[in-house]
């Protein structure tokens, strides 16, 4: 099982980035997925989550309305379309998944991780 994040960079406020998670080595059709995000000295904190379907999505109250998770089955690969980024977006961002119908909301329900991408917002 492997996940790869990747699309983090250094970004303006108020700008735009997309991340993207590839995964491989298990049916991802079958599994739920998530973002998350850890800034320095801070818990891992829950983002954004999919059903396995896509049908369902979920947000934090923090980023509701400026990011927005997608997920291509096809593809095997997920997205978090992100904008009017801000400074306390700041943080490592990981992506996560599970084998579950439902969407999924702690870090301890996630079985595999991927190795996280930086994004950093700053003038």
Do not use: H
Not at 49 to 58: C, E, N, V
Request: glycine share 12%.
């Amino acid at each position: 099982v492997q996940l790869q994040a990747c699309g983090g960079g250094l970004v303006q406020p108020g700008g735009c980035l997309r991340l993207s998670c590839a995964a491989s080595g298990f049916a991802f059709e079958n599994y739920a997925m998530g973002w998350f995000r850890q800034a320095p000295g801070k818990e891992r904190t829950f983002v954004a989550a999919i059903s396995w379907s896509g049908g369902t999505t979920y947000y934090a109250d923090s980023v509701k309305g400026r990011f927005t998770i997608s997920r291509d089955n096809a593809e095997n690969t997920m997205y978090l379309q992100m904008k009017n980024l801000k400074p306390e977006d700041t943080a490592v961002y990981y992506c996560a998944a599970r084998e579950a119908s439902a969407i999924l909301l702690r870090p301890g329900q996630y079985d595999y991780w991927g190795q996280g991408t930086q994004v950093t917002v700053s003038s």
